[in-house]
């Protein structure tokens, strides 16, 4: 059985740090490209970026470029989503997801049709 389980969320201020973590079961992790994506209330669930099997970042949201980061620990089955210089706008419930696809894009292959939705961590970011 396939399963994501996400932690690490909270409530902080504006300005501050979390690090958010995946932990993936059920699956050879290693060979799996992994999407975090958050959604916040009354709006659609966005792509904040994702990790390859290689560990190369994908997909980076423009709205978390250069605050936001994203790694993979293969021993440990866990990706990381290492959040910096939170802002109220970065409120959501975030989750992780394994991609089922590689989408030739003409410079590289890119994850695509995410599965097995974990049930996310919750942040809130107070200003």
């Known amino acids: 059985q396939i399963q994501l389980v996400e932690s690490g969320g909270g409530l902080v201020h504006t300005g501050d740090s979390l690090r958010l973590s995946c932990v993936v079961s059920?699956?050879?992790?290693?060979?799996?490209?992994i999407g975090w994506f958050r959604q916040a209330p009354g709006k659609e669930r966005e792509l904040v970026m994702a990790i390859d099997w290689k560990g190369e970042t994908k997909d980076t949201a423009d709205s978390v470029k250069g605050r936001f980061t994203v790694s993979r620990d293969n021993a440990e089955k866990t990706v990381y989503l290492q959040m910096a210089d939170l802002q109220p706008e970065d409120t959501a419930r975030y989750s992780c997801?394994?991609?089922?696809?590689?989408?030739?894009?003409?410079?590289?292959?890119?994850?695509?049709?995410?599965?097995?939705w974990g049930q996310g961590t919750q942040v809130i970011v107070s200003s």
């Open positions: 997801a394994t991609a089922t696809t590689r989408v030739w894009d003409g410079s590289g292959y890119q994850p695509r049709d995410y599965a097995n």
């Open positions: 059920g699956l050879t992790f290693s060979s799996y490209d």
